[in-house]
């Protein structure tokens, strides 16, 4: 079955550490996004690629870096310059950039101990 | 700009109609609409290209006002499966970024 499959499904980490979210997908899709969900703020966009290593930020960079070395993969390090980073990350990917539905994974749950 | 839901929340009984709007302070390109039940990932229902624009599947459609910048999600004789949070995310001219709203959450009650 095709799909994106996000990991881990829960994350903890240390006040000062760099954690790295996991992507992939394999619907061959070209264009693929991170989104940030907090309680009432719905999904913020933080970085999207449209092709491989290309990418953009999105409203929510700052904290955030990423790399899309393959087509498959779109992994999101959290740094430590990210100030509040407890929340639920989403990742989205469509089969090209613009009006396309976008198809998410799991997400990950990233808590600050 | 983040666009603007209303109703925040509504819970309905089953069987009864509700509807969601979605209104942007700027010209709207298009209107997509996704539903997320708790704990899960959203799932896409539909997107509206241009103004006038009316889409369905089942009992659930949603048209597009581009003259007054909104978009509404209508449904119809409510399932319980139906229930979940409900954003909207909009493209506005000359921005390729799909901005999302704060969602509507919406409780089917048997």
């Known amino acids: 079955d095709g799909g994106i499959t996000q990991s881990p499904k829960y994350l903890f980490r240390k006040e000062g550490q760099n954690v790295t979210l996991s992507c992939e997908q394999n619907l061959n899709h070209d264009a693929m996004y991170w989104y940030r969900q907090d309680p009432g703020q719905g999904l913020r966009l933080i970085y999207y690629?449209?092709?491989?290593?290309?990418?953009q930020k999105g409203d929510i960079a700052e904290g955030y870096s990423v790399s899309r070395e393959k087509k498959e993969s779109f992994p999101l390090t959290v740094t430590s310059a990210q100030k509040n980073p407890t929340a639920f990350y989403l990742c989205?990917?469509?089969?090209?950039?613009?009006?396309?539905?976008?198809?998410f994974g799991d997400g990950t749950r990233l808590s600050i101990l | 700009q983040q666009p603007v839901q209303s109703p925040q929340a509504v819970i309905l009984r089953e069987g009864e109609d509700a509807v969601i709007n979605c209104s942007s302070s700027k010209a709207l390109y298009s209107v997509h609409w996704y539903r997320q039940k708790h704990g899960e990932a959203p799932i896409f229902l539909m997107i509206l290209l241009k103004g006038g624009e009316q889409k369905g599947h089942d009992k659930i459609s949603a048209s597009f006002n581009e003259k007054k910048q909104q978009s509404s999600l209508y449904l119809t004789a409510s399932q319980l499966s139906y229930s979940g949070t409900y954003f909207c995310g909009t493209k506005s001219f000359g921005n390729e970024k799909l901005t999302f709203g704060t969602g509507t959450r919406l409780t089917i009650i048997p």
């Open positions: 690629s449209q092709i491989v290593n290309d990418f």
């Open positions: 989205a990917s469509s089969i090209r950039q613009g009006d396309q539905p976008q198809h």
